[in-house]
């Protein structure tokens, strides 16, 4: 089966500190992978997409970034953060029609 | 635009109540996910759907695509259910798009 493994769960960073949140998958190859983000009191909101190695698309233009080093991590960065970037972000892998997709644990981030 | 509603955005029951929250939807849909953020922030995948119903131990997910409505159900709700229930919408092959939640909170 499919699984993600997304970490670190919560973080805590200073204003300009930089970021890097990672993400995993097992039992799947060449997956389509996704960055999500739900801001305080909103839905969550796609950042990032990626279809393959070195494949990243974005949604929407931020102080962010992301990066597809290896077929099954998926990579969301900052250089550095401001407080609007806290909230809580979530890495999805498109699955199967079967099975859908797959999410991992979350991460919530607090720029202090 | 595709667009997805959830009903009520917060919703307050005694313990073993039956819970209904609701998620309509603007367009056709491939699939539909109904997500359970825990309040730490975690995410579980609770149910797809793509039609009829599923169930789960007390929870219950049913889809009408006709009407482009699902519920999700909760019988004999206890306090370990208090949490932001989310449904995801996959429209045609476009990506998810989130409803904004519904926050569950079940009292003693």
């Known amino acids: 089966s499919q699984t993600i493994h997304q970490w670190p769960a919560t973080l805590v960073q200073p204003v300009g500190s930089p970021l890097s949140l990672e993400c995993t998958v097992e039992g799947t190859s060449n997956p389509n992978l996704y960055w999500y983000r739900q801001a305080a009191g909103r839905g969550l909101q796609l950042l990032f997409y990626s279809v393959g190695i070195g494949q990243i698309s974005s949604e929407v233009p931020q102080n962010l970034s992301a990066s597809r080093p290896q077929d099954r991590q998926f990579i969301l960065s900052s250089k550095k953060l401001l407080l609007s970037d806290s909230g809580f972000y979530l890495c999805?892998?498109?699955?199967?029609?079967?099975?859908?997709?797959?999410f991992g644990s979350g991460t919530r981030l607090t720029v202090v | 635009k595709n667009e997805v509603e959830q009903s009520p955005q917060n919703l307050t029951a005694q313990e073993g109540e039956f819970i209904t929250i609701n998620c309509s939807y603007s367009v056709g849909i491939s699939a539909l996910h109904w997500l359970q953020q825990h309040p730490g922030g975690g995410i579980v995948s609770l149910f797809m759907l793509s039609s009829g119903k599923k169930k789960h131990g007390r929870l219950i997910a049913t889809i009408n695509i006709q009407e482009k409505h699902s519920s999700l159900h909760i019988t004999a709700s206890h306090p370990r259910d208090s949490a932001v229930y989310i449904c995801a919408v996959v429209f045609g092959n476009e990506k998810l798009t989130f409803g904004t939640g519904t926050r569950l909170t079940i009292i003693p």
């Open positions: 999805a892998l498109e699955g199967t029609k079967v099975y859908g997709y797959t």
